[in-house]
């Protein structure tokens, strides 16, 4: 199995920026994509961007541009640089790792919030 800790949430003004961090830890080589996911109050949770083993990513069209998925295997860190941050990004994000078998694992979240 596989541990993820998201950190790097916060309050953020309008246009601002912020770095979400997911750290992983335990079977980090059965990993095959791992992505961030974002659930606002009262929706259902959509994939926000993800990585590949191999590096390719893939966005959700609402952040392109605005968003960069990215990854240090040395750290087994996967980040998210969040940029020109809008209030419709206000969600809790979350960290998740897909293994070569399916298996899926989840972090905790962390809350985004932008002010207007």
């Known amino acids: 199995q596989v541990q993820l800790v998201e950190s790097g949430g916060g309050l953020v003004q309008c246009g601002g920026s912020l770095r979400l961090s997911c750290v992983a830890s335990?079977?980090?080589?059965?990993?095959?994509?791992t992505g961030w996911y974002r659930q606002a109050p009262g929706k259902q949770r959509e994939l926000v961007a993800n990585?590949?083993?191999?590096?390719?990513?893939n966005y959700a069209g609402s952040v392109e541009g605005r968003f960069t998925i990215s990854r240090d295997n040395a750290k087994n860190t996967v980040y998210l640089q969040m940029n020109n941050l809008k209030p419709e990004d206000r969600a809790v994000y979350y960290c998740?790792?897909?293994?070569?078998?399916?298996?899926?694992?989840w972090g905790q979240g962390t809350q985004v919030t932008v002010s207007s």
């Open positions: 990585i590949t083993r191999v590096g390719s990513t």
């Open positions: 335990g079977s980090v080589f059965a990993i095959h994509t």
């Open positions: 998740s790792a897909n293994f070569f078998n399916l298996r899926r694992y």
